[in-house]
């Protein structure tokens, strides 16, 4: 009972620090591209940004399918690089790893993260937001593999608004989108979520506070951009499965 109780206390902890703590580089990192934890965003990086990194990924962070072997799933990591050409255009590469059975020419060898799902991303923003409006952005994570693919553990197409309102140096940041996941064995996070980012008026925006609904959990994180080049996140996936990663944030133009 003691230990239920101090459970919950430590969930509870966890989402007031990442309600109080708090960005200016939003990252959907585990892919590379602009947006928050899990879900997309209509925030765009500036024209000319490009990120190059890599994301730890905790196991209940994974699609079902196509991330387990014969002990269930497990964790993995995903590697980067993403390019904003022109501010209403993003596009991304991401390599996630996958455990398989080493071969040598025919001959099995040991177990490891040997197997890789590639896929490629793009967003387009239709709606720059100004006044009262939102800006408006339409998107896609593994476009490319769906019909019929065993793969496309990713796939998913998007539509999505994001506000931000400023007062007194503090920003609030408030993000919706409509997802669809074609395969089956990724319908848990179909259909409307949300978010509420936060930043405080010291550091520049720098530093960033998520709380996010995917459909099917509950995420809180923090994004830090270190040195104005190192893009820092670290979330507890239902504020108890960590995942988190770096990558370099460089300004090309």
């Given at each position: 009972?003691?230990?239920?109780?101090?459970?919950?206390?430590?969930?509870?902890?966890?989402l007031?620090?990442?309600?109080?703590i708090?960005?200016?580089?939003?990252?959907?990192q585990?892919?590379?591209?602009?947006?928050?934890?899990?879900?997309?965003?209509?925030?765009?990086?500036?024209?000319?940004?490009?990120?190059?990194?890599?994301?730890?990924?905790?196991?209940?962070?994974?699609?079902d399918?196509?991330?387990?072997?014969?002990?269930?799933?497990?964790?993995?990591?995903?590697?980067?690089?993403?390019?904003?050409?022109?501010?209403?255009?993003?596009?991304?590469?991401?390599?996630?790893?996958?455990?398989?059975?080493?071969?040598?020419?025919?001959?099995?060898?040991?177990?490891?993260?040997?197997?890789?799902?590639?896929y490629?991303?793009?967003?387009?923003?239709?709606?720059?937001?100004?006044?009262?409006?939102?800006?408006?952005?339409?998107?896609?994570?593994?476009?490319?593999?769906?019909?019929?693919?065993?793969?496309?553990?990713?796939?998913?197409?998007?539509?999505?608004?994001?506000?931000?309102?400023?007062?007194?140096?503090?920003?609030?940041?408030?993000?919706?989108?409509?997802?669809?996941?074609?395969?089956?064995?990724?319908?848990?996070?179909?259909?409307?979520?949300?978010?509420?980012?936060?930043?405080?008026?010291?550091d520049?925006?720098?530093?960033?506070?998520?709380?996010?609904?995917?459909?099917?959990?509950?995420?809180?994180?923090?994004?830090?951009?270190?040195?104005?080049?190192?893009l820092?996140?670290?979330?507890?996936?239902?504020g108890?499965?960590?995942?988190?990663?770096?990558?370099?944030?460089?300004?090309?133009l």
């Open positions: 009972m003691g230990a239920l109780f101090l459970d919950k206390m430590k969930r509870m902890a966890i007031l620090l990442a309600l109080m708090p960005f200016m580089a939003a990252s959907q585990y892919t590379g591209m602009s947006g928050l934890i899990h879900i997309p965003t209509a925030d765009m990086d500036p024209e000319g940004v490009m990120r190059v990194g890599g994301h730890f990924l905790n196991a209940a962070f994974t699609p399918e196509n991330f387990s072997d014969g002990d269930g799933k497990y964790n993995t990591g995903s590697f980067y690089l993403s390019v904003t050409p022109f501010k209403w255009l993003e596009g991304g590469y991401t390599v996630t790893l996958r455990r398989r059975v080493q071969d040598y020419f025919g001959q099995k060898g040991d177990v490891g993260y040997y197997g890789k799902d590639r490629i991303s793009i967003k387009c923003r239709v709606l720059e937001e100004g006044g009262w409006w939102p800006s408006i952005a339409l998107g896609a994570n593994d476009p490319a593999t769906t019909a019929g693919s065993g793969n496309a553990s990713f796939c998913n197409f998007y539509l999505a608004l994001s506000k931000h309102l400023d007062f007194g140096g503090h920003r609030l940041g408030l993000h919706a989108a409509g997802r669809y996941w074609p395969k089956e064995f990724n319908r848990k996070w179909n259909g409307l979520v949300g978010a509420l980012t936060y930043s405080p008026p010291f520049h925006h720098r530093m960033r506070a998520i709380v996010e609904y995917t459909g099917a959990d509950v995420n809180v994180g923090v994004d830090y951009l270190l040195f104005g080049h190192v820092l996140q670290a979330c507890l996936q239902n108890k499965y960590f995942s988190g990663g770096m990558c370099l944030y460089l300004n090309l």
